[in-house]
Nanobody, 127 residues
């Protein structure tokens, strides 16, 4: 099990940018695949992007890949989600998740396939 803590959420104007951070601790040698999800009120949790810390392979959903990007620090402890040109529909609670092993896109989109979660960080985009 790995503990995950997200930060960086804020209130921004439409068109603005944010960088979210996900810091991992405890058992970081496992759970080498990390991901970002988001959940807006009344909606299901939505997969956004995943990063394999072992080989830096990434997967970003088509719906956000032109605006969102992933990166990590050299120690492979912190993962970042860079979000540009934010829009009101991006308003949500953003979560970091971790699992063992890379998987198919279908598997990764399923929140139930991610055993470890952070508490989330709120992003609010004002129009």
């Amino acid at each position: 099990q790995v503990q995950l803590v997200e930060s960086g959420g804020d209130v921004v104007q439409a068109g603005g940018s944010l960088r979210l951070s996900c810091v991992a601790s405890g058992g970081t040698s496992s759970r080498s695949v990390r991901a970002w999800f988001r959940q807006a009120p009344g909606k299901e949790r939505e997969f956004l992007a995943a990063l394999n810390l072992a080989d830096y392979d990434t997967r970003i959903e088509d719906s956000v890949k032109d605006r969102f990007g992933l990166s990590r620090d050299s120690a492979r402890i912190t993962m970042y989600l860079r979000m540009n040109d934010l829009q009101p529909e991006d308003t949500a609670l953003y979560y970091c998740a971790a699992r063992d092993g890379w998987a198919t896109a279908q598997t990764m989109r399923n929140p139930a396939r991610w055993p470890d979660w952070g508490q989330g960080t709120q992003v609010t985009v004002a129009s």
